[in-house]
């Protein structure tokens, strides 16, 4: 099964990719992932990529795909595997496209994952962080036992700066922009099923499974 996986920031599609993931065993490939991993092994695409990246600058489209290709090579996709994160653009869709032709691969499906904008802000924008030990809580969803105050060591819980309002509402923007088109880009293709991404993780995981095996 090779699969993408859309969805603006909040709307929980790394965690289902992740669930499918484990589900079909097969890897769940995410460009930074990639990125990290060529830094390390320091491989030929890995050094290209970190000039860019030590410099602050955005790893150009090229490089990403032929990384993302390189990744795809690997034994342990041979069986499918999951983008999640990729691509961003419609530039970047084309350019997938022809990397998968030159593979002799293509993909199953592209799961769309849906959730209104007001409940992504709501999801984004009530992460709190220790500024201690890093821990992670939301004020709806896993608050704190004392208000402001963590459960792991009692350090103090803040808004971190991409988790406040007007951060969220540019990437949203940035996602309607950018990557929403991606949705007809792939329907016209006969690849895109849609699912509603509201409610609880284990309903929407279960929701996704349905749906590709009514496709196969």
């Given at each position: 099964?090779?699969?993408?996986?859309?969805?603006?920031?909040?709307?929980?599609?790394?965690?289902?990719?992740?669930?499918?993931?484990?589900?079909?065993?097969?890897?769940?490939?995410?460009?930074?992932?990639?990125?990290?991993?060529?830094?390390?092994?320091?491989?030929?695409?890995?050094?290209?990529?970190?000039?860019?990246?030590?410099?602050?600058?955005?790893?150009?489209?090229?490089?990403?795909?032929?990384?993302?290709?390189?990744?795809?090579?690997?034994?342990?996709?041979?069986?499918?595997?999951?983008?999640?994160?990729?691509?961003?653009?419609?530039?970047q869709?084309?350019?997938?496209?022809?990397?998968?032709?030159?593979?002799?691969?293509?993909?199953?499906?592209?799961?769309?994952?849906?959730?209104?904008?007001?409940?992504?802000?709501?999801?984004?924008?009530?992460r709190?962080?220790?500024?201690?030990?890093g821990?992670?809580?939301?004020?709806?969803?896993?608050?704190?036992?004392?208000?402001?105050?963590?459960?792991?060591?009692?350090?103090?819980?803040?808004?971190?700066?991409?988790?406040?309002?007007?951060?969220?509402?540019?990437?949203?923007?940035?996602?309607?922009?950018?990557?929403?088109?991606?949705?007809?880009f792939?329907?016209?293709?006969?690849?895109?099923?849609?699912?509603?991404?509201?409610?609880?993780?284990?309903?929407?995981?279960?929701?996704?499974?349905?749906?590709?095996?009514?496709?196969?």
């Amino acid at each position: 099964m090779r699969l993408i996986f859309l969805g603006p920031p909040g709307s929980g599609k790394g965690t289902q990719a992740k669930l499918l993931a484990e589900k079909y065993g097969i890897p769940q490939v995410s460009t930074g992932d990639i990125l990290r991993a060529a830094v390390r092994e320091r491989t030929s695409l890995g050094k290209r990529a970190k000039g860019y990246m030590d410099q602050g600058e955005l790893v150009p489209d090229p490089l990403v795909i032929a990384l993302i290709e390189e990744r795809l090579r690997v034994a342990d996709c041979r069986e499918g595997y999951i983008l999640d994160g990729f691509p961003r653009t419609l530039a970047q869709a084309e350019a997938l496209r022809d990397a998968l032709e030159a593979l002799n691969s293509r993909l199953d499906a592209v799961i769309n994952v849906e959730v209104e904008q007001g409940e992504l802000l709501r999801r984004l924008t009530g992460r709190r962080t220790c500024r201690a030990c890093g821990a992670m809580f939301h004020t709806v969803f896993n608050p704190s036992k004392v208000a402001g105050k963590c459960d792991a060591c009692g350090g103090e819980l803040y808004q971190r700066s991409d988790d406040q309002e007007a951060t969220i509402r540019e990437r949203l923007k940035v996602y309607t922009e950018q990557t929403a088109p991606l949705a007809a880009f792939y329907n016209h293709g006969g690849l895109l099923l849609t699912i509603h991404g509201m409610g609880k993780i284990d309903t929407i995981f279960e929701e996704i499974c349905r749906v590709l095996e009514r496709r196969a």
